[in-house]
C-alpha cells in the first residue's frame, strides 16, 4: 500500500507542476478562422512545399526506422566487443557508448546526406556534400564528450545506488540542461550585433511593453548553410539573447515582418519557456532515467558496461515515443509567442505576411498531414499561425 501511496503522490506532483507549467496567456477558447490557402498561395506554391514536404516525412519516417533497429541491434550484440576492452568497468561502459554512437552515426549518413541533396535541389541549402559530412563528424565529437560524461555520472552513481541512481542521476542531468541553456548563447558561432538602427529600436520598445531588461540582438551567419529564415531565443538570466539568422536580413523579409520575429522571440525571454522547457525537461528525465534502470536489470544494471548498449536503445525509443507529447509542449510555447508578437507589434497583416513567407522561402507545407504534425511539427502549422493573427484582428476589432 505505501509504493501505491507514494507512486500516487509523485503522480500528483507531476501532474501540478505540469499544469503550472503549460499555463498560456494565449485565450483559452479562442476559436481560429479557417484559412482558405489558395487565396494567399499559388497553387504552384502550395504543389512545391508539398512536394517538398513530402520527401522530408518520408527521409524522417525511414531514418527513425533504420535508427531503432540498428540501436536494437547493438543492444543485443554491442556487449561482445567488451571482449577487446581492459578498460575497466566505467571505461569499457564509455567505450560501448562511443562506439554505439559512431555506430549510428555512420547509419544516419546516407539519411543525411540525402536529405541535403534535397534542399540543394529546391535551392534551400548550398552546402557541398564534404563539408557536410565533415562537419556532422567533428559535431560527433561533442556528442563523444556529452555521452562520456553521461556514462561516469550514470555508472559511477549506479555502482553504490544500483537500484537508486536514477533519482540523484535525473538531478544532474537536470543541472547539466540548466547549464548548457544557459551558456548557449556563447557556445553558438558566428555571430555579430545587429546593425539595423530601425528593428534595434523596435527591439527596445518591445522590451520596455513587454516589462524585459535590455536583451541583446545578435545575427548569426547561417547562409552558407541555408537559405531557410529562422530565429531563436536562448540564455535565461543575465546570458539571454534573441538570435536572428542572417537569412531574415537579405532582403526578402520588410521590417515590419522581422519587427513580429523579434516580438516572437522576446515573448519567449517574457514567458521564461527556456526555464519552462528545462522544468518539463525534469519531468521527463526522472521517469525516463527509472525506465532505464528497470529496463537494463536483467544486464545487471547500469553498473555493468553490457548495460550500456541497451540503455542507448532504450533511451532513444523513449525519445521518440515522447515526440508527440514534447511536440505539443513546444508548439503551445510557440503559440503563445506568436500571440505575444501580436499584442506587442498590433500588425496582424506583417504577422500574416511573415508567415506565408516562411512557407515560401523555407517550402514548409502549411497544412501537413495529422501524423507529421504529430511527430515532426514542433511549431503550428502555417495555417495556424495565419489563422492566429487572423483571429487576432477580429478580437481586437470589435
Not at 18 to 30: C, D, E, K, N, T
Not at 145 to 159: E, K, Q, S, T, Y
Not at 219 to 230: D, G, I, K, W
Not at 346 to 367: I, N, W, Y
Request: glycine share 8%; hydrophobic share 50%.
Amino acid at each position: 500500500m505505501v509504493p501505491g501511496l507514494a507512486l500516487g503522490a509523485l503522480a500528483g506532483i507531476w501532474a501540478t507542476a505540469a499544469y503550472f507549467l503549460s499555463r498560456s496567456i494565449v485565450p483559452s477558447g479562442l476559436e481560429l478562422p479557417e484559412i482558405d490557402l489558395t487565396r494567399r498561395f499559388s497553387e504552384r506554391q502550395l504543389e512545391r512545399a508539398n512536394d517538398y514536404d513530402r520527401f522530408v516525412r518520408i527521409e524522417f519516417v525511414v531514418s527513425q526506422v533504420a535508427v531503432l533497429i540498428a540501436l536494437a541491434a547493438y543492444a543485443a550484440w554491442g556487449a561482445r566487443f567488451l571482449r577487446e576492452s581492459a578498460a575497466g568497468r566505467i571505461g569499457s561502459g564509455m567505450l560501448l557508448a562511443m562506439l554505439g554512437l559512431g555506430f549510428l552515426w555512420f547509419v544516419q549518413l546516407p539519411f543525411g546526406l540525402v536529405g541535403l541533396w534535397w534542399q540543394r535541389r529546391h535551392g534551400i541549402s548550398e552546402q557541398d556534400y564534404v563539408t557536410w559530412t565533415l562537419d556532422t563528424w567533428f559535431a560527433l565529437g561533442w556528442e563523444f564528450l556529452f555521452i562520456c560524461l553521461a556514462i561516469v555520472i550514470v555508472m559511477g552513481l549506479a555502482g553504490p545506488l544500483p537500484n537508486w541512481w536514477w533519482i540523484p542521476g535525473g538531478a544532474v542531468f537536470v543541472g547539466l540542461a540548466a547549464v548548457f541553456s544557459f551558456t548557449l548563447p556563447y557556445l553558438l558561432p558566428a555571430q555579430r550585433p545587429l546593425r539595423d538602427p530601425a528593428i534595434e529600436a523596435a527591439a527596445r520598445r518591445y522590451e520596455a511593453e513587454l516589462d524585459l531588461p535590455r536583451i541583446p540582438v545578435r545575427v548569426q551567419e547561417m547562409r552558407t548553410y541555408t537559405s531557410a529564415p529562422n530565429a531563436e531565443a536562448a540564455g535565461f538570466g543575465p546570458t539571454r539573447r534573441v538570435i536572428l539568422w542572417d537569412t531574415l536580413l537579405d532582403g526578402r523579409f520588410g521590417d515590419d515582418e522581422v519587427n513580429v520575429v523579434v516580438a516572437h522571440e522576446l515573448g519567449h525571454h517574457a514567458r521564461e519557456h527556456i526555464a519552462k522547457g528545462i522544468g518539463w525537461y525534469a519531468l521527463f528525465a526522472f521517469p525516463g532515467a527509472f525506465v532505464i534502470a528497470r529496463a537494463t536489470r536483467r544486464r545487471g544494471g547500469m553498473r555493468r558496461p553490457e548495460a550500456v548498449p541497451l540503455s542507448l536503445f532504450v533511451l532513444v525509443a523513449l525519445s521518440f515515443a515522447a515526440l508527440p507529447i514534447q511536440n505539443v509542449i513546444i508548439r503551445r510555447m510557440e503559440a503563445e509567442a506568436d500571440w505575444i508578437a501580436l499584442e506587442t507589434t498590433k500588425d496582424p497583416e506583417a504577422a500574416g505576411e511573415l508567415f506565408e513567407r516562411f512557407s515560401t522561402t523555407a517550402l514548409a507545407d502549411p497544412d501537413p498531414p495529422a501524423w507529421s504534425y504529430l511527430l515532426m511539427q514542433s511549431h503550428p502549422t502555417i495555417e495556424q499561425r495565419i489563422a492566429m493573427a487572423e483571429a487576432w484582428r477580429r478580437r481586437t476589432s470589435r
